[in-house]
């Protein structure tokens, strides 16, 4: 039989599914102006011919046949939270409902008695029915969802006050989410079938012949599909020689370091045995992680960097706003460091806060076997006093039965989604744990050092206090029951245990089976925080203070005038590939017609295995002058003050998130599809989701030439970086 083409599969979905969805170009740029007296526009898809897919922002209410002439649209709005990606302790993701209504006509005319109309919520399987609230023609918002697949039903009803939908249904609509179908049909394309049939004698060249790749574990929770297991990456693989003396790696320690201090520094190969498996890692100083530097603000110390590694390599001190010449860039601000070289660098610590360190070459290799550390800027009254302080690198790492996965020697695989690991890390061990007193103060300072994961962290029971963030606290703080962190992000939370026993840390999100078009939920336990039993006093009014910082609400006050202005540059963060696989070609055709916003696990791990950067590009895109990347030539000066906005390009091949890191600056996430964000925080790091545009305030304040980047690592590996250029003096705070 003839098989459908992907976009006639396309269409019947659509039709099935009775809505019309708006495409990206709608939402995020021509409705940022709309007011709620105009009538909302259509959320129509593009033309099946070109990109234009639903958005997962926006859909269209559908009239039933007696409400004809109605026009009714439900926007997904950012909720209140100091993260950019919003979700409930189980991974899934929170939106307010703002739904916009023209048309509606005198409930009456849907029968005697009714006198207004109703919003409610349901799941597709209708098992729950939730009120939403009363709606009218306008612009109202009714409420929050936070369901992976849902319908929203309006109904005339006989008053506002009933708790049970039984009136007339005027409108309905299903979440974009729905649209997401099984891929059945696509799996059995005659090139999936035909490539199925060579499995059993190319799985065995891969494995018996010399070619020491080894295929990557699946999901555990999902089936793969036919032709994934001929494939392979391009290029030679690549892991850590088992050769000469390799010293075990030693516990991390913290080295205590005052202005004028010289840190002797080395990066070389250590052994260690995570979940009863002895591996070849690198370490610095032997340590895995590397060892913590604790700093005062202010200080200015000496690095001796000695390279002990195969690989060049050079030490970037992320976030830190120090000499341009010392940011550890290769190519950019210094030669690579060769094995058995040397390299001296001079880092100011101008800003309190947690920092990290780590390479800048080929860091999706030597960042992912261990080669990173925290420094933690501390001065007087930046943060007062708490019963007990924990640093935390949570990570992850890729194993089988034989050990760590291979890498691209010649090329970064993995180069379409990233490479997610399946062992969970916190400071290098996969059981973190941390011993306190029952009524103690805790303050937990975070930092995800992974190569693509977002890690969702909570202590089930137990609200967290979110203090500071990246390079600065925020100008209030906040509860939380959940932190969502991306690579290369900093949170410093605090949290009160009232209870004896176990608590643990887990981290919980939805994947997504591509092939079923289903969500389901993983959990990890990374550890546990063990509460002993102890007499103590409990002001409950001091713990559930928020504190205002008003010493970085002054600071920001000299900003607030370039809140409104408009935006003076625009990325576009999106994708090319050429040369893939047909059948991941094929088989990722339908997956635009819903991405999730964040994608929080490696639910395709062999289709990404086997992606290289020389298929896959991933792109900057300056939108007034369309140059890409390395070819974007931005130049300020010091003390200009920039607005930036980022928009991720929801119609990519495969969209996904984007930690966009900005070297050497601060800026501050001014507003998140259109939503302004009312607790302002210094970051040099914000996670973007598909599909979203975010408005920074860039304070240049550093001169040199300095990279923005995407953090996840082999995402920076096929090319998604640029270079901006600072002219003058530096006007940053306590530069020596």
């Known amino acids: 039989p003839v098989m459908p083409s992907t976009l006639q599969l396309h269409f019947l979905m659509l039709a099935f599914a009775g809505l019309a969805f708006c495409s990206n170009r709608s939402y995020a740029q021509e409705d940022r102006s709309r007011t709620s007296s105009q009538t909302p526009e259509p959320c129509e898809i593009g033309p099946l011919t070109e990109a234009g897919y639903?958005?997962?922002?926006?859909?269209?209410?559908?009239?039933?046949?007696?409400?004809?002439?109605?026009?009714?649209?439900?926007?997904?709005?950012?909720?209140?939270?100091?993260?950019?990606?919003?979700?409930?302790?189980?991974?899934?993701?929170?939106?307010?409902?703002?739904?916009d209504l023209e048309n509606l006509p005198d409930p009456a005319t849907f029968g005697v008695g009714y006198e207004t109309y109703i919003a409610w919520l349901t799941t597709p399987e209708l098992r729950l029915v939730a009120k939403l609230g009363e709606v009218k023609n306008g612009s109202q918002v009714v409420g929050e969802v936070s369901l992976n697949k849902y319908i929203i039903l309006i109904s005339a009803e006989e008053n506002s006050a009933v708790e049970q939908r039984s009136g007339k249904l005027v409108l309905r609509a299903l979440s974009p989410s729905s649209l997401m179908e099984a891929h059945d049909l696509a799996i059995l394309s005659p090139v999936a079938v035909l490539r199925s049939a060579d499995i059993q004698n190319e799985n065995t060249m891969h494995h018996n012949h010399g070619d020491q790749w080894r295929m990557p574990p699946g999901h555990p929770d999902i089936q793969m599909a036919p032709g994934m297991h001929s494939l392979k990456p391009q290029g030679r693989p690549y892991l850590p020689s088992d050769t000469g003396q390799i010293p075990l790696a030693s516990e991390q320690e913290t080295v205590s370091l005052s202005d004028g201090d010289t840190l002797r520094l080395s990066t070389g190969r250590v052994r260690k045995s995570i979940n009863e498996k002895e591996l070849i890692l690198f370490g610095f100083n032997g340590q895995f992680p590397g060892p913590r530097l604790d700093v005062d603000k202010g200080a200015t110390i000496t690095v001796e960097f000695y390279n002990g590694l195969d690989w060049p390599t050079a030490i970037h001190w992320h976030g830190i706003r120090l000499d341009n010449q010392f940011d550890g860039v290769p190519g950019l601000t210094q030669e690579p460091v060769q094995q058995g070289e040397t390299f001296t660098y001079k880092i100011v610590f101008p800003d309190a806060g947690i920092y990290w360190y780590h390479p800048h070459h080929r860091e999706d290799i030597q960042q992912d076997l261990g080669l990173y550390g925290n420094m933690l800027v501390d001065s007087e009254g930046f943060l007062d006093e708490v019963e007990v302080e924990d640093v935390l690198l949570i990570d992850d790492i890729l194993l089988d039965e034989s050990g760590v996965i291979a890498y691209g020697r010649d090329e970064a695989n993995f180069a379409l989604m990233g490479r997610f690991g399946n062992t969970i890390l916190v400071n290098g061990d996969p059981a973190y744990s941390l011993d306190v007193k029952q009524g103690n103060r805790v303050r937990l300072f975070l930092t995800n050092t992974s190569n693509t994961r977002v890690f969702n962290l909570s202590l089930p029971g137990l609200a967290m206090k979110v203090i500071a963030s990246d390079v600065s606290k925020y100008e209030r703080e906040s509860w939380v029951e959940n932190v969502v962190i991306a690579p290369a992000e900093r949170y410093v939370v605090e949290l009160q245990f009232t209870t004896a026993g176990n608590v643990p840390l887990v981290n919980r999100v939805q994947g997504i089976n591509h092939l079923s078009g289903v969500f389901f939920q993983e959990s990890d336990t990374l550890g546990f925080v063990n509460v002993e039993a102890s007499e103590y006093s409990f002001d409950e009014a001091e713990h559930l203070a928020l504190e205002e910082n008003v010493d970085v609400v002054a600071d920001i006050d000299d900003y607030r005038d370039f809140f409104d202005v408009p935006p003076e540059k625009e990325l576009l963060l999106t994708l090319e590939v050429e040369g893939l696989d047909p059948v991941v070609s094929q088989l990722m055709q339908l997956d635009p017609v819903f991405f999730n916003p964040v994608e929080w696990s490696g639910t395709m791990q062999m289709m990404n295995w086997q992606s290289s950067t020389s298929q896959v590009r991933w792109i900057l895109r300056d939108r007034k002058t369309g140059e890409d990347n390395a070819d974007i030539a931005w130049s300020f000066e010091t003390s200009d003050v920039v607005k930036i906005r980022l928009h991720n390009d929801r119609d990519a091949f495969h969209a996904m998130q984007h930690p966009l890191h900005l070297h050497g600056q601060r800026f501050l996430v001014l507003e998140q599809d259109g939503v302004r964000n009312t607790n302002l925080v210094w970051k040099d790091t914000i996670l973007l989701p598909v599909g979203s545009t975010a408005d920074i305030l860039l304070d240049v304040s550093n001169p040199g030439k300095w990279m923005i980047h995407c953090h996840i690592a082999e995402h920076l590996e096929a090319g998604m970086k640029m270079v901006f250029t600072v002219d003058g003096e530096s006007t940053v705070p306590n530069h020596k």
């Open 54 to 99: 639903p958005n997962i922002y926006c859909f269209d209410l559908i009239p039933t046949p007696q409400a004809r002439g109605v026009v009714g649209r439900v926007d997904l709005l950012r909720p209140e939270s100091p993260f950019t990606v919003a979700v409930d302790r189980d991974g899934m993701h929170r939106y307010r409902i703002k739904i």
